[in-house]
């Protein structure tokens, strides 16, 4: 990791406070383009004379887009310049909202979609500037949860701002919408955060690159594929699955014999690497079906459920769930101030763990009530705690030589789980009611998720001590010429750090 003095770094771009509003900026134009349109969908439909299933399709597309740029855009930005790659990345995204805004069908929909999709790796990017801008690490822990609160949507604002646009002045008024924050959001990072790329000027591994892309866009839609349970082409999820594998395999191969590659096969080995990504992908494989999928059509069901009509449902399930993550972000950014990510992040896992299986335990008496209280609670202790801290070790676990690659990797990991999420946990719920009932199936499939989450709890105790807490802790806190590096076997060794982070004027 790169080595961060005792005091937060002094620049000619303003306040540290003008560096989060530039940042926040930056991260609201990715948000909106994830989470504008859920309540547009319909809207679009109809305007373009289209099928659900082809705007689900751009969806798709946009997700998938923003997954695969995120596994190795934050490693080129170390090489080229961060601040200059998140400006072109802002630039593109606004490109994309406006070919989105003049769609006349829904293919070009959809390729205006994969466009945006280039802004997938922003938040990444903005925590590794935020790091670079202010080095104390206290303040960047407290910094960081407030811009990371943010990803998981702006407290249900971006979505009410979305279905009003749209019912107003139609679905292109959202995309033009989003391309006036791009152009806000360029400005404010061209006028408010310095450029800052790592030591090293190598080639990028472009051969490792696409290998790797081709590893995560395989089990991408392998797991999109799955979800479709009964109508799945499981031929189809059984090759893509292969052809990760192999191009796993290849990647590895690649990895080995390049000059500068992408991540080293050292690293890969690394408990910092394998072992966040592990945690990162068994949590949101555990809650993001449950609360993105369980938990509103256990409220919509009639028979079983609470009965809350689709216009009601998000008002008790999904709006408290974001609104209790963004509330909770800086109060988790104090806590990992005070006691370190590592902490912090296990403690958000025994919540969320028993959050769910209290919530499958009262899948019985499902009210309005009951559904609120789950969804505030695993808002507090997943988008408001994990999510954070997952983010966060990402971060403080970067080697100081490529800070970019475990950012993205995690981001692919997020992303992974998220389609694992539906694949499995309605895979366990579809099984279980067909043999059983409904309200067994529900259970069946939330404590599945609980079990995961546990899972990811065990995993995390093998996660190494990122540097950033030690010094939290008060060890070594007065030696900023001492890091932290990972060995082979995983373990954590303290080494005098040679050479600083280059951060040249913007």
Not at 176 to 191: D, E, F, I, K, P
């Amino acid at each position: 990791m790169s080595t961060v003095p005792s005091k937060p770094r002094t620049t000619d771009t303003g306040s540290v406070t003008a560096v989060v509003l530039a940042l926040l900026a930056a991260i609201f134009a990715f948000q909106l383009n994830a989470s504008m349109l859920s309540p547009v969908l319909a809207t679009m439909e109809d305007e373009l004379g289209t099928t659900a299933a082809e705007i689900g399709l751009s969806q798709t597309a946009f997700f998938a887009s923003a997954a695969l740029f995120s596994l190795f855009l934050p490693r080129w930005g170390d090489l080229i310049g961060r601040k200059r790659l998140m400006m072109g990345m802002l630039v593109v995204s606004g490109v994309g909202s406006v070919v989105s805004a003049l769609a006349p069908n829904v293919g070009v929909l959809g390729i205006g979609r994969v466009i945006q999709g280039v802004s997938g790796p922003i938040v990444p990017m903005a925590l590794i500037m935020l790091r670079v801008q202010v080095p104390d690490r206290k303040l960047y822990a407290k910094l960081m949860a407030v811009l990371t609160a943010i990803n998981g949507g702006i407290a249900g604002v971006d979505a009410l701002l979305g279905g009003w646009l749209a019912e107003n002045f139609g679905f292109r008024s959202v995309f033009w919408v989003m391309a006036g924050v791009c152009l806000v959001a360029v400005l404010a990072v061209a006028t408010r955060t310095v450029e800052s790329r790592g030591d090293e000027r190598v080639p990028m591994d472009w051969k490792g690159v696409v290998a790797l892309v081709v590893v995560l866009g395989s089990l991408y839609f392998a797991f999109d594929e799955a979800g479709a349970l009964g109508d799945a082409n499981w031929l189809l999820v059984v090759g893509l699955v292969v052809l990760g594998a192999v191009a796993f395999a290849v990647f590895w191969t690649i990895e080995k014999r390049v000059r500068h590659p992408l991540v080293t096969t050292v690293y890969l080995k690394q408990r910092r690497t394998w072992a966040l990504l592990s945690t990162t992908l068994l949590t949101m494989t555990g809650v993001f079906a449950v609360m993105n999928g369980l938990v509103p059509n256990l409220a919509q069901d009639s028979e079983v459920g609470a009965s809350i009509s689709a216009a009601e449902v998000a008002w008790w399930t999904l709006t408290p769930y974001a609104i209790a993550g963004l509330l909770m972000g800086p109060l988790s950014g104090q806590l990992a101030a005070r006691m370190g990510y590592k902490k912090v992040l296990q403690a958000g896992l025994v919540l969320s763990g028993l959050g769910l299986g209290a919530a499958g335990l009262l899948a019985s008496t499902p009210t309005p009530l009951v559904l609120l209280s789950v969804s505030i609670f695993l808002g507090i202790t997943y988008a408001g705690i994990c999510n954070i801290m997952l983010n966060g070790l990402g971060i403080v676990l970067s080697p100081k030589d490529n800070q970019g690659y475990l950012p993205g990797m995690n981001s692919g990991a997020f992303n992974l789980g998220a389609g694992l999420s539906f694949a499995l946990l309605f895979g366990v719920t579809t099984a279980v009611t067909a043999a059983g009932d409904p309200v067994t199936g529900y259970r069946a499939g939330i404590l599945t998720g609980a079990v995961l989450v546990l899972l990811a709890l065990a995993v995390s105790t093998l996660i190494p001590r990122p540097d950033d807490d030690a010094a939290l802790a008060g060890d070594d806190a007065d030696d900023p010429a001492t890091t932290t590096t990972t060995t082979d076997d995983g373990s954590d060794v303290g080494v005098a750090a040679s050479g600083h982070e280059r951060s040249p004027r913007g």
